[in-house]
């Protein structure tokens, strides 16, 4: 029988802190950029919600992507068992 490891795949800290850090300059600076754009009520209400549109389109395809990932994942985990068992059944006397 072969032990086999499987190594998980988690960001460090560091990385992690980056991440929300630069979400949270590029949210102060968009709307800093908005309060300062010289037109009207509308248009800044405009991009605005545009914005938290893509912000939040964002957030929901990355959630979607690593769901799949992570149930293809579990799928794999699966068959090889299957797979690994019927050979062990059939080539062990």
Known sequence: MQNTVLYEHN???AFYTMAWI???????GTV???YLLDTT??????FA???L???SSCFTVAKVVRDKQESERIINKVENAKTEKLINEY???
């Not at 630069?22 to 102060?28: L, P, W």
């Not at 009520?41 to 405009?46: I, M, N, P, S, Y």
């Open 41 to 46: 009520l509308a248009v800044k209400g405009f």
């Open 32 to 34: 800093a950029g908005l």
């Open 49 to 51: 919600m545009s914005y």
């Open 22 to 28: 630069s979400f949270g300059i590029s949210f102060i």
């Open 91 to 93: 080539v062990t006397p």
């Open 53 to 55: 549109f893509t912000v």
């Open 11 to 13: 960001n460090t800290k």
